[in-house]
């Protein structure tokens, strides 16, 4: 039967020190870079919904 309760080669990473400090000092920079660049997508929505809602509104205003 295989031993299966002692470490037989495998590196567990989270165990790593640095890379855990690694992991933990990039962590709020990546998040501020996905807020960001959620900016400019907010913007290109609102964009969208003014332009539809300014057609249906020529739109509405020529059928009347």
């Known amino acids: 039967m295989a031993n299966t309760q002692g470490p037989q080669g495998n590196h567990d990473p989270a165990g790593n020190t640095q890379m855990f400090r690694a992991f933990v000092d990039e962590g709020p920079q990546g998040r501020r870079q996905a807020a960001a660049s ?22 509405w205003l020529a059928l009347k």
């Open 38 to 59: 959620s900016g400019p997508r907010i913007g290109l929505i609102l964009g969208v919904v003014v332009a539809v809602a300014v057609v249906a509104a020529v739109a």
